[in-house]
């Protein structure tokens, strides 16, 4: 009995500390194509519920933790059951949804118990982009985490972040939390935001590397196109700073975490843009890397992103602090620089006879189109001729003598 009792008080004592994260409980692996062809079916089968209007044949599809960032400022759903009902306010049998995959991609984890997948898809003709992480649990695959997002053209995006219309989706409804296990990722997202850097090298890594942007078009795959588009972003000090707390967990396995949050991204020459950045890491080792990453806005009312927007200095703050934790100084924005104007090539000046008497000037160097040096050099001053001396007749040789 007092050995109960001293546990109970050491227990208590300790409470201030954090449960030790438990090891996943697997089966044996699966092979990598049967794992794609289990969530590919899984995905598929969602598809076909939605297009018969059939809401309730999508429980057996979704985790019962399921959460899902849709594509209004409001379509933020924390579990199954609010999903299931906020979808069936818009799908019915009655009223079916016209839904059409174009561009479906799985990437299963190591072990093969769980996957990240995307897809471009149109819905009542819209395009919309999908990111989603699923779960296999005793080979029946569920949806754990998903964010829809439209894709606006850049013309029609331009207009509306004019209008300060433009907000990050999923703004309500979900409280923000991130699972202990998902801890790992969530500091690397955080330091990410400030530092792109880091995002690019680990993205442009991967041959299966995905990165989605919020407008029409803005699909990236691969090592090469994601280095080319990274050296953009770094080019312009493209920043993103919080703008609402973090969301995110790990599947049952613990081999993929997901990660979100509404940001404000900042780049020189470019306005303000409110947007959700969703994440997902794969595990490697005792690290988590970032394999797919996508950025969604929502469109709603004019003037609805001015809260947000008088927050967005945030970003130089999450920069300087950045840049204080690696020893530098405090990174500051840098503002938009005018075009210069095209230098003309130099001419060779040929010697007039009212060029400027100056002093010689030193030489000029420019480059031709062969980046070859040409000199330039400059007229020297004209010299006056010396005068004449007056001739002085001289009497040694007898002119003038009688």
């Not at 960032?69 to 579990?79: E, I, K, M, S, V």
């Not at 995307?118 to 982009?129: L, R, S």
């Not at 950025?295 to 840049?323: D, I």
Request: charged share 25%; proline share 7%; hydrophobic share 45%.
């Amino acid at each position: 009995m007092r050995a109960v009792l001293a546990a109970v008080l050491l227990a208590a004592a300790c409470g201030s500390a954090p449960p030790p994260v438990a090891a996943p409980k697997v089966g044996p692996p699966v092979a990598r194509e049967d794992a794609v062809k289990g969530a590919s079916d899984a995905v598929t089968s969602i598809y076909e519920s939605l297009g018969h209007g059939d809401s309730d044949g999508l429980m057996t599809l979704a985790s019962a933790k399921l959460v899902v960032f849709g594509p209004r400022r409001g379509d933020a759903l924390a579990n199954r059951s609010d999903a299931l009902v906020a979808l069936a306010k818009v799908v019915s049998r009655q009223a079916k949804a016209s839904l059409a995959s174009s561009a479906l991609q799985v990437v299963p984890s190591a072990g093969g118990h769980s996957a990240w997948a995307f897809d471009v898809v149109e819905i009542q003709g819209e395009p919309m982009a999908a990111l989603a992480v699923l779960e296999n649990n005793d080979d029946i695959w569920l949806v754990e985490a998903a964010t829809l997002g439209r894709t606006p053209t850049a013309k029609l995006a331009a207009k509306e972040l004019a209008a300060d219309a433009v907000v990050p989706p999923g703004m309500s409804g979900v409280a923000a939390k991130v699972d202990a296990a998902a801890d790992g990722a969530a500091e690397k997202f955080r330091r990410g935001l400030g530092e792109q850097a880091t995002w690019g090298d680990e993205l442009a890594a991967r041959g299966d590397a995905l990165v989605v942007g919020p407008r029409a078009g803005e699909v990236t795959h691969g090592k090469a196109d994601v280095k080319k588009l990274w050296k953009k972003r770094l080019k312009v000090n493209t920043h993103e700073a919080l703008a609402g707390e973090l969301t995110g967990a790990t599947t049952p396995d613990g081999k993929l975490a997901w990660i979100t949050a509404p940001v404000t991204r900042t780049a020189d020459g470019a306005a303000v843009l409110p947007l959700r950045v969703f994440a997902v890491y794969a595990r490697s080792g005792d690290d988590w890397k970032l394999v797919a990453l996508q950025e969604t806005v929502a469109l709603a009312e004019p003037g609805a992103a001015l809260a947000m927007l008088k927050k967005a200095p945030a970003a130089t703050a999450a920069r300087a602090t950045v840049a204080a934790a690696d020893g530098d100084a405090p990174a500051v924005p840098a503002k938009a620089k005018k075009p210069r104007k095209a230098k003309k090539k130099a001419r060779a000046v040929e010697a007039e006879a009212d060029a400027p008497a100056e002093a010689p000037k030193p030489a000029v160097a420019s480059t031709d189109e062969d980046d070859a040096p040409v000199v330039v050099k400059h007229p020297k001053k004209a010299k006056k001729p010396p005068k004449k001396k007056p001739v002085v007749a001289d009497d040694d040789d007898g002119a003038g003598s009688d």
